[in-house]
């Protein structure tokens, strides 16, 4: 930027491009011509917001341990993430401004309850705007509970116990390997009813309860996605 005529003595410049250092001096114009320039101040830019990717906004029935992650940003030093309960982040239950990659796990969150979810990310000229708000909401269902013993030496699946059952069923499984993982609940028609554990998760034995809540009388499946691999298995609710 380069003003010559300016005739106040402020000015509003930009958008300048982000995570960049600018420098900026002035001098006055009098009758008999320019003066001395000022002296010279720095000032930089912040990143931008980065881009959300997980999980997807509006999440219903989710597990109550998240796997989040967003956009990694060019030159970014380290990212703040706070979930809260409310839109305006006036009541936090998770804040960290140090994390050090585009992703994280965090819970666990309240069971059946909406959260609200934002990052920003720091550069040389500090943190950057906000990126825009997920939501997200955890289903009645527990999350997955590490049991004692080594690690399967495959992916395990075991049958829902007790089945049929009225109030809890218990769904056990084993990784032989830390990885990605998605344990989900649908109804005779296909439908996804609850997520009961999603994120990564490290090798070893897993148990999850699940309270179906006002869900009907049924037959439901309960599918693992881990390692590349899905297994399922069926479960009676009958009250």
Do not use: C
Not at 105 to 112: D, E, Q, S, V
Not at 216 to 226: E, F, H, M
């Amino acid at each position: 930027f380069d003003g010559g005529a300016l005739t106040a003595t402020e000015k509003t410049v930009g958008p300048l491009a982000y995570d960049f250092t600018f420098f900026w001096r002035v001098r006055a114009r009098g009758a008999g011509g320019f003066g001395p320039w000022s002296a010279v101040r720095r000032y930089t830019t912040s990143v931008p917001p980065p881009a959300l990717i997980a999980p997807e906004d509006g999440v219903q029935g989710g597990s109550a341990h998240v796997f989040f992650a967003w956009q990694a940003m060019p030159n970014a030093q380290s990212y703040h993430l706070q979930i809260a309960e409310d839109e305006d982040f006036g009541r936090l239950v998770f804040d960290d401004a140090a994390l050090a990659r585009p992703e994280t796990a965090a819970g666990p969150l309240a069971y059946g309850s909406t959260f609200f979810w934002r990052v920003r990310a720091r550069g040389a000229g500090g943190f950057g705007p906000w990126s825009a708000v997920r939501r997200y909401t955890t289903g009645v269902g527990t999350a997955a509970e590490p049991e004692d013993g080594a690690a399967p030496p495959g992916y395990e699946l075991a049958p829902a116990y007790p089945n049929p059952f009225s109030a809890e069923a218990t769904i056990r499984f084993g990784l032989p390997a830390a990885g990605p993982v998605r344990l989900a609940v649908y109804d005779a028609r296909g439908r996804r009813v609850a997520v009961l554990a999603e994120g990564v998760l490290p090798a070893g034995r897993y148990r999850v309860r699940w309270q179906p809540g006002t869900l009907p009388d049924g037959v439901y499946l309960y599918r693992l996605d881990a390692g590349g691999r899905t297994a399922t298995g069926r479960m009676v609710l009958l009250r």
